[in-house]
Nanobody, 123 residues
Framework: QVQLVESNGGLVQAGGSLRLSCAASGRTFDDYAVAWFRQAPGKEREFVAAITGSGRGTYPSDSVKGRFTISRDNAKNTVYLQMNSLKPEDTGVYFC????????????????WGRGTQVTVSS
């Protein structure tokens, strides 16, 4: 079993930065690929970025590439999402998810999900 808890969302002006954290329980955390998703009210959940279990492979979506960076520290059981040059359209609830299968993960079918943290970007 893996439990995920997102934190460090908040309010920021356009052009600003935030660093989200996803803290995980379990001693086999490095066996799981992890991804960030986001969802705005009334819209479908959107893939943001994914990272392999080792942290050596990172896969940002086209909409955030060059602005967001996903990373992980397996010694701390934590995955991060560094968000720079934020835009109002980045607003939403950000979720982290984990799965042994990278394919299932990036297609929004992960087994484990956090409850989300709110990110609001003002113009």
């Amino acid at each position: 079993q893996v439990q995920l808890v997102e934190s460090n969302g908040g309010l920021v002006q356009a052009g600003g930065s935030l660093r989200l954290s996803c803290a995980a329980s379990g001693r086999t955390f490095d066996d799981y690929a992890v991804a960030w998703f986001r969802q705005a009210p009334g819209k479908e959940r959107e893939f943001v970025a994914a990272i392999t279990g080792s942290g050596r492979g990172t896969y940002p979506s086209d909409s955030v590439k060059g602005r967001f960076t996903i990373s992980r520290d397996n010694a701390k059981n934590t995955v991060y999402l560094q968000m720079n040059s934020l835009k109002p359209e980045d607003t939403g609830v950000y979720f982290c998810a984990a799965d042994h299968s990278f394919n299932e993960l990036i297609n929004s079918r992960a087994i484990y999900w956090g409850r989300g943290t709110q990110v609001t970007v003002s113009s």
